[in-house]
């Protein structure tokens, strides 16, 4: 478990830097006046940079200074969380009955509509090998079906052994348009448990 940086009586130097929690310069001395200085305010005495000559350390309340970091890391999470895209995938065969087809249409359509990206699967098995090119054609079909305004194709549908494997992703604007969306939706629910700033 991190127990963080040093602090009280755990700093044992003889001599460090010190700033107080305006960040104004206090000056150069023992660690044990130091920890008095702090104690006299009511916070703590912080080990910042050991590294340093001589070691840094800022008189601060440790508990506001921790629960802040944590605060920045979840607001990095959850900024992550709004720019990721997910890959999701669809599995057909060359010979795809009209009615499968267009549900696979479809789903790829509101999948690149919600800014993720598609993985498009043709299996061939066997002697379903001679067939490639058919695949080949109706990878270059569906690519046209899906349309422009919605995704764009990621270079040729290549074989990954006896699969033919196609990426679609969402155009910029798509992408752009469900971020915002994400980062609105956050907004709201913050403001509706009573973060908002």
């Known amino acids: 478990m991190d127990r963080g940086p040093l602090r009280n009586e755990d700093i044992d130097l003889d001599e460090v830097r010190v700033i107080d929690e305006d960040k104004e310069i206090v000056g150069v ?9 702090a ?5 703590d005495l912080v080990l910042m940079s050991p590294e340093a000559k001589p070691p840094l350390c800022k008189i601060m309340n440790y508990s506001k200074f921790k629960y802040e970091q944590e605060k920045k ?17 669809l599995k057909m065969r060359y010979n795809i009955d009209t009615h499968d087809y267009g549900v696979r249409l479809r789903a790829a359509t509101k999948f690149l509509d919600g800014g ?22 109706m990878f270059m079909r569906f690519c046209d079906d899906v349309g422009e305004g919605t995704g764009t ?35 709201r629910s913050k403001a509706q448990r009573g973060e908002g700033e």
């Open 153 to 187: 194709l990621d270079g040729n549908p290549t074989m990954e052994g006896t699969r033919m494997v196609m990426m679609i992703s969402p155009t910029k604007e798509k992408v752009a348009n469900q971020v915002s969306k994400k980062q609105e939706r956050q907004t």
């Open 29 to 37: 001395m023992s660690s044990q006046e130091a920890l008095e200085i």
């Open 73 to 89: 890391q979840r607001e990095v999470r959850k900024r992550a969380a709004a720019t990721r895209i997910e890959v999701k995938e």
């Open 116 to 137: 993720d990206r598609v993985k498009v699967i043709c299996q061939f098995r066997g002697r379903e090998n001679d067939f490639r090119q058919l695949g080949l054609d």
């Open 39 to 43: 104690e006299e305010a009511g916070l």
